[in-house]
């Protein structure tokens, strides 16, 4: 009895955090949105980030949080800070899943002149609201979203004063997007990145039938993603950059408290080891499968 007991609870805990988190919780968590460097702005929940990048020309926001739900707590968050939420002209994307995208659909019927931008390889996915390839998390779907304008690696997005550009670094998703910017802060030029996800997060790296070129593909986007140069680095969930205690440190006055050159070797070099572990894991579970 007891046994099936444990069992049970781990089954319930499996089925509650299907991404490779522990606990979601913060996700939908409302936190004080603040400026960040330059012209960045955090506008996403505690634990899920969304980013506006501002222009005299309009602005860009990067990410959607999960849900109809996350995007209504950015749009509070943007207007919090004072923008006018028709002022976003352009709605960008890390990455096809529910986490970053699940929002996308609410925010485009809210501000109708927005236009999506999205990778070509994660347009699909986005447009049928759901993760592309074999993942054993299954493909944890979410609203689907039109997309405006696909691009490809280097594509430049140009609004007013502010340039970003987009690396595809693909694996996490087939389409995952590495955005670029500068930002000039008291001054200092700095380049931010905001870095697409790295981690495996069920993604069957062996016998992977509808993404077969996977493995190769991290590979060259943990050799792809250390080649940009990186001041600051913003990624889309808190824990993979310790944004809140960043944030504490830039509240107490800190004017470096997101600036760390050596951040994103660090970033790439932890999910690079992680990758390794559970490509092996994987290798000797199949074994005689070669990809
Ligand atoms: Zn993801």
């Known amino acids: 009895m007891k046994r099936t007991l444990i069992a049970l609870a781990f089954a319930v805990a499996a089925v509650a955090a299907p991404a490779a988190h522990a606990d979601n919780s913060n996700w939908t968590k409302p936190i004080r949105p603040y400026r960040v460097v330059g012209n960045i702005y955090y506008v996403g929940s505690e634990g899920l980030s969304a980013w506006l990048i ?4 309009g602005h860009v926001l990067l990410d959607s949080g999960p849900s109809a739900e996350g995007a209504k707590l950015i749009e509070r968050n943007i207007a919090t800070l004072g923008f006018q939420l028709a002022d976003v002209k352009i709605l960008i994307n890390t990455h ?5 995208a699940g929002g996308l659909a609410q925010l485009k019927a809210d501000i109708p002149t927005a236009k999506v931008w999205a990778s070509r390889a994660d347009e699909p996915a986005l447009e049928k609201g759901q993760h592309f390839g074999d993942n054993d998390n299954g493909l944890t779907p979410f609203p689907a979203v039109k997309v405006d304008k696909g691009f490809g690696d280097g594509a430049k997005l140009k609004l007013g ?3 970003l550009i987009a690396h595809l670094t693909p694996g996490h998703t087939i ?5 670029t910017t500068q930002v000039t802060e008291k001054g200092r030029p700095l380049n931010v990145t905001f870095p697409c ?6 993604n069957q790296l062996i016998g992977n039938k509808t993404y077969r ?3 190769a593909d991290y590979r060259a986007s943990f050799a792809a993603m250390r080649a940009i140069p990186t001041d600051v680095m913003l990624p889309s969930h808190e824990e993979q950059g310790d944004l809140l205690a960043k944030r504490q440190k830039l509240l107490r006055g800190d004017p470096n408290a997101f600036v760390d050159p050596t951040e994103l070797s660090r970033f790439v070099d932890a999910y690079e080891g992680q990758f390794n572990q559970e490509l092996a894991r994987q290798q000797a579970a199949a074994p005689g499968v070669k990809r």
């Open 213 to 215: 070129d996977i493995v």
């Open 197 to 202: 996800s790295l981690s495996v997060a069920g």
């Open 96 to 100: 096809a899943h529910f986490d970053h």
């Open 161 to 163: 004063e502010t340039a």
């Open 54 to 57: 501002t222009s005299s020309q």
């Open 175 to 179: 389409g995952c997007t590495t955005w």
